[in-house]
């Protein structure tokens, strides 16, 4: 139900625009999120944006990434500027039915997740 896309390998500097599909799920009814995870570590929520587009970020992607949703088109997005290596990980997006779900969660859907490298 969702579907993520838009990861690629970039040069750090670089920008990515990551996507979601949602099917199934009217997304106005829904807070969406994006995290993300590196082998070995915990998922880590970076961006998360409430059913009135209030935005929360972690201090990692503060100011450089920008989450943001298209109702109409039942879509989520994250833009990602200034990428850095650290910044690589699988990015997955994910769609909770409490409006107002913080970065922690719970989620109650997820999508398969896209891979962004961040390499010279």
């Known amino acids: 139900q969702l579907q993520a896309s838009g990861g690629g390998s970039v040069q750090p500097g670089g920008s990515l625009r990551l996507s979601c599909e949602v099917s199934?799920?009217?997304?106005?009814?829904?807070?969406i999120a994006w995290y993300r995870q590196v082998p070995g570590k915990e998922r880590e929520g970076v961006a998360c944006?409430?059913?009135?587009?209030?935005?929360d970020y972690s201090d990692s992607v503060k100011g450089r990434f920008a989450i943001s949703r298209d109702n109409a088109k039942n879509m989520g997005y994250l833009q990602m500027n200034s990428l850095k290596p650290e910044d690589t990980a699988v990015y997955y997006c994910?769609?909770?039915?409490?409006?107002?779900?913080?970065?922690?969660?719970?989620?109650?859907?997820w999508g398969q997740g896209t891979q962004v490298t961040v390499s010279s």
């Open positions: 994910a769609a909770s039915a409490l409006l107002t779900t913080a970065r922690s969660g719970p989620y109650d859907y």
């Open positions: 199934g799920l009217s997304l106005r009814y829904y807070a």
């Open positions: 944006i409430s059913g009135a587009s209030t935005t």
